[in-house]
């Protein structure tokens, strides 16, 4: 719930994330937009 009201997140995109989508050092999530084949990252 938090990432979407914080981020802005879809719900699908939270569903897609992956562990490996999480960049603990930076503090940043990527994510993958499957309909664009783009990304993004949330800090």
Not at 24 to 30: F, K, L
Request: glycine share 4%; hydrophobic share 35%; aromatic share 4%.
């Amino acid at each position: 719930m938090q990432l979407l009201a914080t981020y802005g997140l879809r719900s699908g995109e939270i569903r897609n994330l992956q562990i490996e989508d999480i960049d603990w050092r930076t503090e940043a999530i990527h994510v993958r937009h499957h309909k664009t084949r783009a990304s993004t990252s949330c800090h």
